[in-house]
């Protein structure tokens, strides 16, 4: 391992990482230590075949460097085979507070898959084995159902990012085929209302026998659970017209809950005035 000094340009994201890199409060104030002191930790790196280097623990590093203009970077460059650049990479990130379910879910995936190409060189296929160890603290069987989560389609992996859908209904509804989520996802938006856990076991049931077509999914999800509160409910295909191209609905929710607050101040002004 060797520490040394390169440019930017000769760093590369590695393939598939699957953490974002966010523009958000930490990485503004990431971008300003660094104009102030500059990169204390270096990157960790391997080779490129094709030249440059991989960066295996260090893309908000990277990401916040570009933004404050910094040419050169410290790096550590290490000699490391693919599985291990995966583990590298995985760990570095975990203990981080903001990580997104899906972000776990695939980074889980990703470990567990170097783990037993690994043990399988080593000491032959052990699954168990390398599931049990991915991340301190945390089961073999919660992994399972972090990774579980990968076998969602993209909106309802979204929804979950998003704390819309809980995580132990959004595991046994990742057992659905592809176009029954998509029928699922469609009666969502509609009714503006995701599954419990007992309704999406009752839909993982149904996709079982081939029985959950959209009227099963619909009927299911029509129903009002015990703790339901009465709801005002809006299409969001009507609110989409209200916003520019491209706002998702987390957006939308967040402009409509500030104007609701200055709608609110408005009438306590008035009061006061009164």
């Known amino acids: 391992m060797s520490e040394k000094i390169v440019n930017i340009k000769e760093l590369h994201e590695f393939k598939d990482n699957p953490y974002q890199v966010k523009d958000n409060e930490d990485m503004k104030d990431l971008i300003e230590s660094i104009k ?10 391997r080779n490129r075949e094709k030249g440059g280097y991989e960066i295996v623990s260090g893309h908000r590093r990277k990401y916040a460097c570009e933004k404050a203009g910094k040419i050169e970077i410290p790096v550590l460059v290490r000699d490391m085979d693919k599985d291990m650049a995966i583990i590298t990479l995985v760990d570095s990130n975990l203990q981080r507070s903001d990580i997104l379910p899906s972000e776990k879910a695939f980074a889980y995936k990703m470990k567990l898959e170097a783990e037993k190409s690994q043990s399988k060189k080593s000491y032959g296929h052990n699954v168990h084995k390398s599931r049990d160890k991915i991340a ?9 159902r972090y990774v579980r989560l990968t076998e969602l389609i993209k909106p309802l992996l979204q929804l979950v990012d998003e704390n819309k859908m809980a995580m132990n209904p959004a595991v046994e509804i990742s057992y659905l085929k592809e176009q029954e989520q998509k029928d699922l996802l469609e009666t969502i938006e509609s009714e503006d209302c995701t599954p419990s856990y007992s309704q999406a076991i009752r839909m993982k049931e149904l996709s079982k026998q081939n029985k959950l077509d ?3 999914i619909f009927n299911i999800m029509i129903e009002q659970k015990p703790n339901q509160k009465e709801q005002i409910r809006f299409k969001v295909e009507k609110l989409k017209s209200y916003f520019p191209k491209g706002y998702s609905t987390k957006q939308m929710e967040d402009v409509i809950e500030k104007l609701l607050k200055q709608y609110k101040q408005k009438w306590k002004n008035k009061d006061l005035e009164r």
């Open 136 to 144: 301190d603290g945390i089961s073999g069987r919660q992994v399972q």
């Open 214 to 216: 959209m009227d099963a």
């Open 36 to 45: 102030e002191y500059g990169v204390i930790e270096p990157l960790i790196v």
